[in-house]
């Protein structure tokens, strides 16, 4: 959440990147997400889906320190790994929290389970989304 917002303003206005370059720049986490995530289905049937969630955290959490790295005379889209890292991540992530939710529930009430991880999902994305953009114009002074 915070690369998708911040990345893009980062290339655009300190590289010089045009709107799609900067899309450009975040498409390998996606492609790298949609490749894991047939790996991490055959996995979640396998593995607890605990473990897998623990995976996904660690590795966010190495994402987070190989970003710490990143500087503004580095080329955005040579640095592919910091694109990558994210994706393998997410996907370990997302499947098994889902996997997760619906533990225990009725089949008549999947919809219901549906409807409130979307809409945790959907504000806990906005309030993240406010939080760093918010960050974000008080890091240059306000301007």
Do not use: H
Not at 18 to 25: K, R
Not at 34 to 45: A, E, K, Q
Not at 61 to 83: I, P, R
């Amino acid at each position: 959440m915070r690369r998708t917002l911040l990345i893009p303003q980062f290339v655009q206005t300190l590289m010089g990147y045009t709107a799609e370059l900067a899309g450009l720049v975040l498409s390998p986490a996606g492609f790298m997400m949609m490749c894991m995530m047939p790996v991490v289905g055959v996995l979640s049937g396998r593995v607890d889906p605990r473990k897998l969630i623990g995976y996904g955290f660690g590795d966010a959490d190495v994402e987070l320190g190989v970003d710490g790295e990143f500087e503004s005379a580095a080329e955005a889209m040579g640095s592919w790994y910091l694109c990558v890292l994210p994706g393998v991540g997410l996907a370990f992530l997302f499947i098994p929290i889902n996997t997760i939710a619906y533990i225990g529930v009725k089949q008549s009430e999947n919809n219901d389970v549906s409807g409130l991880t979307n809409l945790a999902r959907n504000i806990g994305a906005s309030c993240g989304t406010a939080f760093v953009g918010d960050d974000a114009d008080t890091a240059d002074g306000g301007a």
